[in-house]
């Protein structure tokens, strides 16, 4: 058989999946953030190929679609250049093993997404008692592990950075001070049962609150003796005065948050 015919017969596959794309360059400028990425000529809103995202000219976000679905390798970093996140997606999903990191790099957690195991994490709350939950009692102990956010602490701080505001409120009311907000992880790592543990204002505690609702239902249960448990978690949300003002009259451009980074699905 000529080498020609070896060379087809290898290239056939890639061949037929091949698809025609075309490069697409979005800017804004609040702030200077743009993104790279190809989309199928047949279907503009299938998005096929290499991505990029730029904040100020340096990479916070880079990885690989395929037909429409995050593929292959991503990873996140910060202005600094610092990685927050690698790992692979499988048809849109976390496989393999994902490193998440603090915002000086400095490994977090390293997890198996394909075995669901925590391979590695970090928290300053290994040695805080938990209020653990049964069907019969209620008791207070220190866990084997407690429950961990994926990604780490830092990535739950940064939804609550990116999502909280100093709300609309009356003259006079208190905005200053931290909200407590307390909730329920249970065994299978689903959250409930939010609700306001010590407050400091009526608008504060809902503002708290509506956040607390919004960050994403990505918990790892909490571990005693070698089994799940359902405990209650306690987090902290601080106002004060680096806490950005809501601006009624003038929004984000559009497909921005109020922090300006864009749409990207898989910043964290």
């Not at 596959?13 to 025609?20: G, H, I, M, S, Y």
């Not at 075309?22 to 609040?30: A, E, L, S």
Request: charged fraction near 20%.
């Amino acid at each position: 058989m000529s080498k020609f015919f070896i060379l087809l017969i290898i290239a056939i596959p890639f061949l037929l999946t091949a698809k025609e794309t075309k490069k697409i360059v979005r800017q804004r400028p609040y702030p200077a953030f743009s993104e790279t990425y190809y989309v199928l000529k047949s279907d503009t809103n299938v998005r096929h190929g290499s991505y990029k995202a730029e904040v100020a000219g340096k990479v916070i976000l880079s990885g690989f679609y395929t037909m429409g679905k995050p593929d292959s390798i991503w990873t996140q970093y910060n202005v600094k250049g610092k990685i927050r996140a690698r790992g692979w997606f499988n048809d849109s999903k976390r496989d393999s093993i994902w490193e998440f990191c603090n915002h000086k790099g400095e490994l977090e957690q390293k997890i198996d997404f394909t075995h669901n195991q925590v391979l590695y994490y970090q928290t300053p709350f290994a040695q805080h008692p938990f209020r653990i939950i049964s069907k019969t009692d209620t008791i207070m102990s220190i866990l084997n592990r407690p429950p961990l956010f994926i990604g780490g602490m830092s990535r739950f701080n940064d939804y609550v950075a990116e999502e909280m505001h100093i709300p609309l409120h009356k003259p006079g009311e208190k905005v200053n001070g931290t909200v407590y907000i307390a909730f329920t992880v249970d065994s299978l790592g689903r959250t409930s049962n939010q609700r306001i543990l010590k407050g400091i204002g009526k608008a504060c505690n809902e503002e708290a609150l509506r956040v607390m609702r919004t960050i994403p239902d990505e918990w790892i249960p909490g571990i005693l003796n070698d089994k799940f448990v359902t405990v209650d978690y306690i987090v902290l949300f601080p106002f004060d005065a680096r806490t950005p003002t809501i601006d009624p009259f003038v929004p984000p451009p559009t497909g921005f948050t109020n922090h300006g980074y864009g749409t990207g699905e898989f910043y964290y």
